[in-house]
């Protein structure tokens, strides 16, 4: 990955403060600023880690204050936000910004060219700062302050009486514990010194729309504690190393661990090998962002800067994750943990690292989870493991639908699946009114394209393991589904599917759960009868970067976000564009359109033209989401990695298809 800044883009300040970089390894930790190292939003940092459960992270040093002197002249290099103004300037100093793979910054002082190098060891929370001095000429005398922070990432902190301000000195390691419940935070230096004096910075200021319960009125403000400042004077062509962690180290060999961390993220899979750069770029940044570390016999897939682990997207990222890591003790240890968490045939909501799932469950993830399974199987074609540990829970998943669970979801005598009520959201659109009551409940139709879909499965695995019986009925129960959702969710008037039906209700709204119609293995929707879907699809939802979540001719419908839209916002649900669900239309278009040429390099170009957005906000990241209006301006989380996961998933399968095509062409 090479991405590159000059000096004249870096003086553009507005563009430069938008411009967001991100480090992160695979145990979760992260650092992340602006170009210029201002932080203006509340989750950068220069030091975040997971903690408990990997549910929260907290920022643990928010930057370092950076001062340059040469012949005694000062030379301010760090730049922030305040209420009252931008101090210091130090913007003006950068010369240059690279990412290739780690963030490179350049700054030229009077002549003097000085670099600042970063990047955290993949498997250990440490993160490695390197200056260098790269001219001859005078010498550069550094005066480094850290900055901390000690909060999560949606919270502020404020200068307060029980903060601990001391410093504790340990040969060339200085150890900050400013709160007992927190990890220490340990600065090894190789050269130069430390010395401790306790001074607050006041007034950081962030853009709005990113903390957690912060009082109307009250400004995104915080306190930062300097508990002391590193001095060190770089001769010519000399660096200076800081080694930051919460762990005790001994290697200090910035060479090696430098080559050794390169080597790791330049390594693409072979079955990227031969694509276009921005599929090598994909999926270098999805094997660091991927939570697969040897503390973690599972893998998680984060998002930044939240940290909530959904298990929906789990289960939506796990067939890219079986192709991008190609480790199947640790698939199967995730596929072992979701059927640990199943109670009553449901899964939970949200996918738990440790401890006990809490008791909030949806009605797609079991079959969502139903549905990998079956791409698993493929992809392993290992019938004992089908025999022994996924058959029996794939039943129990259906035989509670079917028999009836918690949360009022059964399958009611049209063989359609019924669920949820209006106090109980069993949806992934979580969709309420003004008085808190649940809109999207009843028979849905992305619950009951699943629930065919699963049904379909599950004849499937009884065919492959030879229960005649079994398989018999599964088929019978998949016929009737299919008869009753085409005779009660179609709408004749509208010439198209209904959202949701129950009782005398029929909603009319036009959603991004159209597409499950078409997309999934086995889609309740033959060839000829989805491609009016399709097409209407592709002219009410499709965007360059994705689907939106509701149609603009759907009343509600907001093609413009105010700040940040998360999962608790209705924008989110109201037409904000969803990047992953590319992955989802790349499928559609294959089941409903074929697989022609001309149709491969239309998909291909599609994908392609996502790297607008990759090399956008997030530098080698994609946003969690888009606007539904143009431009399709980027909002959500920074990085959201299912994004990343389901491009590489959809380039793996057109490229499959095209090695697939050449050999018969042989």
Same mark, same amino acid.
């Given at each position: ?23 992160? =390894? ?9 170009? #210029? ?20 992270? &907290? ?14 002249? @000062? ?81 502020? %902190? ?8 001391? %410093? #504790? ?74 080694? @930051? ?43 660091? %962002?991927?939570?697969? *570390? ?12 939240? #940290? ?62 139903? =549905? ?98 079994? !398989? ?11 008869? *009753? ?23 009319? %709204? ?5 597409? !499950? ?31 939106? *979540? ?7 419908? !907001? ?17 904000? &564009? ?89």
């Amino acid at each position: 990955m090479n991405i590159q800044f000059e000096h004249n883009q870096l003086q553009d300040f507005n563009f430069a403060i938008n411009k967001e970089w991100f480090e992160v =390894n695979n145990n979760g930790a992260y650092a992340c600023s602006t170009l #210029y190292g201002l932080n203006n939003q509340p989750y950068h940092g220069l030091f975040a880690i997971p903690i408990g459960t990997l549910n929260e992270r &907290v920022i643990l040093l928010s930057k370092f204050e950076e001062s340059v002197f040469i012949d005694n002249h @000062i030379h301010e290099i760090s730049t922030n936000q305040y209420t009252d103004a931008v101090y210091p300037d130090g913007f003006k100093y950068l010369h240059q910004f690279r990412l290739n793979p780690f963030p490179l910054f350049t700054y030229v002082l009077n002549r003097q060219r000085l670099e600042k190098t970063l990047f955290f060891v993949h498997d250990q929370n440490t993160l490695v700062v390197r200056y260098a001095n790269k001219n001859q000429g005078p010498a550069l005398h550094l005066i480094l302050k850290p900055i901390i922070a000690y909060r999560k990432t949606t919270e502020l %902190s404020e200068q307060l009486p029980y903060i601990n301000t001391d %410093s #504790y000195l340990e040969g060339r390691m200085v150890r900050f514990a400013p709160k007992s419940e927190l990890p220490a935070l340990n600065i090894y230096y190789l050269k130069g010194e430390y010395i401790p004096a306790p001074l607050w910075y006041f007034h950081y200021k962030y853009l709005p729309g990113y903390i957690d319960n912060l009082p109307e009125g009250r400004q995104p403000i915080e306190d930062l504690l300097n508990p002391g400042f590193f001095t060190c004077t770089l001769e010519a062509y000399e660096t200076l190393e800081l080694f @930051i962690s919460v762990d005790r180290l001994t290697n200090f060999d910035y060479d090696e661990m430098y080559r050794r961390e390169k080597d790791y993220r330049s390594h693409v899979p072979v079955i990227f090998l031969g694509g276009s750069a921005f599929t090598a770029d994909l999926a270098e940044k999805a094997r660091i %962002s991927v939570i697969s *570390s040897k503390d973690q016999p599972a893998i998680f897939l984060p998002s930044y800067h939240t #940290y909530q682990l959904l298990t929906r997207e789990m289960l939506l990222s796990l067939p890219g994750l079986s192709i991008l890591l190609d480790d199947t003790t640790k698939i199967k240890n995730t596929i072992e943990r979701c059927l640990s968490t199943i109670a009553d045939g449901l899964l939970p909501l949200r996918y738990p690292p440790g401890g006990m799932p809490v008791d909030d469950r949806c009605a797609d993830n079991s079959l969502l989870f139903i =549905n990998f399974l079956y791409f698993y199987y493929h992809l392993l074609k290992d019938k004992i493991y089908l025999q022994q540990v996924l058959f029996n829970p794939c039943q129990s998943i259906i035989d509670a639908y079917r028999l009836g669970t918690r949360h009022n979801i059964y399958c009611d005598k049209d063989n359609l699946i019924f669920s949820g009520d209006q106090d109980t959201n069993t949806s992934w659109i979580p969709l309420r009114d003004q008085n808190g009551k649940v809109l999207r409940y009843g028979k849905l139709l992305e619950i009951n394209a699943l629930w065919y879909n699963a049904l379909k499965i599950m004849e499937y695995f009884c065919k492959e393991l030879k229960k005649k019986s079994l !398989m018999k009925r599964f088929n019978r129960m998949a016929v009737n589904c299919q008869n *009753s959702f085409l005779i009660y969710f179609w709408n004749g008037n509208d010439k198209q599917f209904y959202d949701l039906i129950r009782e005398n209700y029929m909603d009319r %709204s036009f959603r991004i759960n159209q597409i !499950m119609l078409l997309s999934l293995p086995f889609p309740i929707l033959e060839a000829k009868s989805a491609q009016p879907v399709l097409r209407q699809i592709e002219t009410e939802l499709l965007t360059p970067f994705g689907l939106r *979540s509701l149609s603009p001719r759907t009343k509600g419908y !907001m093609g413009r976000i105010e700040f940040k839209s998360g999962k608790n916002n209705p924008s989110y649900y109201l037409g904000a &564009v969803w990047p992953w669900t590319a992955g989802w239309y790349v499928d559609a278009v294959l089941q409903s359109k074929g697989r022609d040429s001309a149709t491969l390099t239309y998909l291909q170009q599609f994908i392609e033209g996502f790297s607008e957005l990759f090399y956008d906000r997030g530098l080698g990241y994609i946003s969690e989401l888009c606007e539904g209006d143009e431009p399709y301006t980027a909002n959500g989380n920074l990085v959201y990695n299912l994004n990343l996961i389901e491009l590489l998933r959809s380039i793996y399968n057109l490229e499959n298809i095209k090695s697939k095509k050449a050999a018969k062409g042989k």
